[in-house]
Structures are given as structure tokens and as C-alpha cells.
């Protein structure tokens, strides 16, 4: 399976900055996805990320809060845009590989926003 | 609405029991159900069903799906310790995967 590298993996930001996460892939895969997952709770998608065009956000999602970037088919970023509390969660980059296949995850990032 | 729902929600055991942990789904355009065990962050993939009544088996893990009464389990025999972890459920429909919310299992020693 590919191996996904994510960054940073927790960090500590203060209300109303903005952070972005990266994810990079050892291969190309054409399905790259960002899960939130809140504490206490399950995985939640926020988007898909396409490559050369605008990402696929879920409802509850949006592109102004949630900026996703795919340059190419091994690197993404997520950025956590004017953060509050509630976004304090963790984020998580996953792959698929193939229709067929299974969705893989990055080590996730771990967010607290103060 | 589609809906995955795993049980119990937690679980405390001893070192060499053997547990038992279930998902349910009532979703439309079934595609596969997927395990899932999260230590940490980061979930790691355990197996993927796609057909009924045939058992995936990696160790002490097992895993089986019946697509007649909609739910799978997965059996851990003789847990150890560093089984303890939360344990998630995903069912993919179309090319869409929901998520359980997970059973949350604590083996002692």
C-alpha cells in the first residue's frame, strides 16, 4: 500500500490564524481525501481532493473555511482557515489506490485551537 | 439516511479473551464493508469484505460479512494488551465511505 506522509502531526494555534496541512504520497493515486475527526467521534469527510481542479466538499463543508490544493497526484494540502475551538480535531489525509481497494490514512494531524 | 452502527460502544477484557465486535449498516448501493483499528490518529486497515459468509482471517483476527442481515463482526481471540485500541467500522457506498462510531476496546493485563 503507499505510504502517506502528513504535517505537521499536532499543532497548537490560536484563534482566528489559519494552518495548513500536507500530505504527501510515495506513488500516484488517483482518490486522495481529508477526513476531520472530532473528539470523541468518528470520521467525518470533508472533502475529496481533485487533481488540477477544485476539491469535492461534503455538505457541512466549504471551500473558503477548508481551502484544499492538488497540485499534482502525490501532494495535497488542507488549510484550517480563521480557526475556533470547535475545530479542534483531528485531520486526516487517506488514498485509495483503486476502486476496489481499500482507503489508507497519512499519521493524521492533531489540532487544538485556543 | 444511510447509517453504520457498531456495538458495544466500549469494552474492558483481560489478556486472553476472546471478543466479539459488531456492525450493522442500512445503507443504499452497498459496495463493501472495511475494519479499521485506530491506536492513535491514524486508522489502520484490518480487511475489507465484499462477499457474504466468507471469513477473512489475519492471526487472531477474524472478520466476517452477511449481506442478508446486513452486519459483520470482528472476533479476536486470546487479545493481548496491544489490541487495545478503537475499532472502526466503514461501509463504502458508491465510492463514499461512512464511518461507525467505533468500539472503544481496553484489554487488561
Known amino acids: 500500500s503507499a505510504v502517506i506522509s502528513q504535517k505537521p502531526s499536532r499543532d497548537i494555534c490560536q484563534r482566528g490564524t489559519s494552518l495548513t496541512i500536507q500530505c504527501q504520497v510515495d506513488s500516484q493515486v488517483t482518490m486522495m481525501f481529508w477526513y476531520r475527526q472530532q473528539p470523541g467521534q468518528s470520521l467525518t469527510l470533508i472533502a475529496t481532493a481533485n487533481q488540477g481542479s477544485e476539491a469535492t466538499y461534503e455538505s457541512g463543508f466549504v471551500i473558503d473555511k477548508f481551502p484544499i490544493s492538488r497540485p499534482n497526484l502525490t501532494f495535497s494540502t488542507l488549510t484550517v482557515s480563521n480557526m475556533s475551538p470547535e475545530d479542534s480535531s483531528i485531520y486526516l489525509c487517506?488514498?485509495?489506490?483503486?476502486?476496489?481497494?481499500?482507503?489508507?490514512f497519512g499519521n493524521g494531524t492533531r489540532l487544538t485551537v485556543t | 439516511e444511510d447509517k453504520v452502527v457498531q456495538s458495544p460502544l466500549s469494552l474492558v477484557v483481560h489478556e486472553g479473551d476472546t471478543v466479539t465486535l459488531n456492525c450493522s449498516y442500512e445503507?443504499?448501493?452497498?459496495?463493501?464493508l472495511l475494519w479499521y483499528k485506530q491506536e492513535k490518529k491514524a486508522p489502520t486497515f484490518l480487511f475489507m469484505l465484499t462477499s457474504s459468509g466468507i471469513e477473512k482471517k489475519s492471526g487472531r483476527l477474524s472478520s466476517i460479512l452477511d449481506k442478508k442481515e446486513l452486519f459483520s463482526i470482528l472476533n479476536i481471540t486470546a487479545t493481548q494488551t496491544g489490541d487495545s485500541a478503537v475499532y472502526l467500522c466503514a461501509v463504502e457506498i458508491n465510492n463514499d465511505m461512512r464511518f461507525g462510531a467505533g468500539t472503544r476496546l481496553t484489554v487488561k493485563p
Open positions: 445503507v443504499t448501493n452497498f459496495r463493501s
Open positions: 487517506s488514498v485509495r489506490t483503486g476502486y476496489n481497494s481499500p482507503l489508507h
